[in-house]
């Protein structure tokens, strides 16, 4: 391969355009493609979601180092061909040992793996159709609404498959037999890896009935054809369920391995990550042996205890501790620091600054110890800086903010003339940092803060 092809090769990766590079490989005669051509040119197809034609490039070439098994596993895990992924991804790493991006899909194909053969053990124990559904379905006027639809005739049944493009599961038509869409009282779905929904499962709303009439049925309004042609999810199988996040995250019947006619597997597809494709279940039976009530996953008790001990005790930034020991009684200020936002995860259950009045308060303490210790604080200079007292820290820190809050702040605080801005700059206003000691002190002798109180009052 000529330098100048791999420079170009290169900057089209750099720039995503995986397709030019695809074009341009298949325009070289089979005889010029060398190991490496083919390499570059499985990786390529690997990106464009054509995994099937990247494993048979990838597997004509005959040097096969760490990164022709890494792009190889990658191949079979995006075919959910969890097993030969696993060994591919194994033989990469014993050929180069470190790479996190390996061990991070060695992991996650032994957690589906097991996830897997748990749900067919369980599915072993008792067979699908042997199970007791009458508690299955939770009864509402809202799911009667926009999901129920009649029991479906067989010509129906048909008529959807035809319009799908897709056959439908024996396993799931059965069980709209029994009822046709809904919500299900178990709504919950334990996944091996992370999702935009929660660490360790993933959420429905109800169940697509076989039918056309109910907004949620999967030829309905907000059907699977809409989810796919109106929202952009991948032409792969049939959306089946809805989710809580209103469009931004669905679960589809995957027909990618099986073909059109298949049994096909139940995957999780999120929106919000590029419409990332996460496996759940072999089969729609396994799907739905596997859902779990929300009670499983509730953390909130220990997460209140965390979070409290965090404030507690975890370290402060560098920067919230450098600007701590610039004030006058530092460890005063750091005691009223993490007196305060006790306070706030006891009203809330986790550390978080919003637009109450103590995360109002924490901004004005925040903003008086920079502006202290800063003779020249513009608006940008600030905002950027914000992140790296509380927000992004590691230790003492809320995990991440939203930005509209601060700015919320910034902007009443100078229309309250608590905050002035002078030749660019921004500063406190006269009188401004003796209130906020007063509310501190007030504070720090263990006064409720008044009912409309703020910094701001002169």
Excluded at 122 to 146: G, H, N, T
Excluded at 275 to 296: D, H, K, M, N, Q
Excluded at 377 to 382: F, G, I, K, Q
Excluded at 400 to 419: H, M, N, T, V
Aim: overall charge negative; charged content about 30%; hydrophobic content about 40%.
């Amino acid at each position: 391969m000529t330098k100048e092809m791999l420079d170009k090769l290169a900057n089209w990766y750099e720039e995503d355009r995986h397709d030019q590079i695809a074009e341009a490989i298949e325009q070289l005669p089979e005889t010029e493609r060398d190991d490496e051509i083919v390499g570059h040119y499985g990786r390529a197809l690997n990106n464009l979601g054509r995994y099937t034609e990247a494993l048979q490039q990838l597997l004509k070439v005959k040097r096969r180092d760490s990164v022709w098994f890494y792009r190889v596993g990658y191949a079979y895990f995006f075919m959910q061909q969890w097993e030969e992924a696993l060994s591919a991804f194994e033989q990469a790493e014993e050929l180069e040992p470190g790479d996190e991006r390996v061990r991070e899909y060695i992991t996650d194909c032994r957690n589906i793996l097991a996830r897997q053969a748990e749900l067919i053990r369980e599915l072993d124990r008792v067979p699908f159709r042997e199970r007791d559904f009458s508690q299955f379905w939770e009864r509402s006027d809202y799911a009667d609404e926009s999901y129920v639809e009649a029991s479906p005739t067989d010509e129906l049944i048909a008529s959807i498959e035809e319009e799908l493009g897709y056959k439908l599961p024996a396993d799931y038509i059965w069980l709209m037999q029994q009822q046709n869409g809904g919500i299900p009282a178990n709504t919950c779905f334990p996944t091996a890896v992370p999702t935009s929904w929660a660490e360790d499962h993933v959420a429905i709303t109800g169940i697509m009935g076989i039918g056309r009439e109910k907004p949620y049925s999967l030829c309905g309004s907000l059907g699977s054809r809409f989810m796919l042609e109106d929202w952009g999810y991948p032409d792969i199988g049939v959306v089946i369920c809805d989710c809580p996040s209103a469009g931004h995250d669905v679960i589809m019947l995957d027909y990618r391995v099986c073909g059109r006619d298949g049994e096909p597997a139940v995957v999780h597809v999120d929106q919000e990550a590029d419409y990332r494709i996460t496996a759940l279940a072999p089969s729609f039976a396994a799907f739905i042996a596997g859902l779990v009530g929300e009670e499983v996953f509730d953390t909130s008790e220990q997460d209140k205890l965390d979070a409290l001990h965090k404030v507690k005790h975890a370290p402060f930034s560098p920067l919230l501790q450098s600007l701590c020991e610039k004030a006058d009684a530092s460890k005063r200020m750091e005691a009223v620091i993490r007196g305060i936002c006790t306070r706030i995860v006891e009203e809330k259950g986790f550390f978080a600054l919003h637009a109450d009045e103590l995360s109002m308060l924490m901004y004005d303490i925040q903003f008086g110890l920079y502006a202290a210790s800063n003779p020249e604080v513009t608006r940008e200079s600030y905002l950027a800086d914000y992140v790296n007292m509380i927000a992004f820290a590691k230790g003492f820190g809320t995990g991440g903010y939203a930005p509209g809050f601060i700015e919320s702040w910034l902007d009443e605080r100078i229309k309250q003339g608590e905050i002035v801005t002078d030749k660019g700059g921004l500063r406190l206003a006269e009188g401004a940092a003796e209130r906020l000691a007063d509310k501190l002190a007030a504070i720090e002798t263990g006064l409720p803060l008044r009912s409309g109180e703020n910094v701001a009052e002169q």
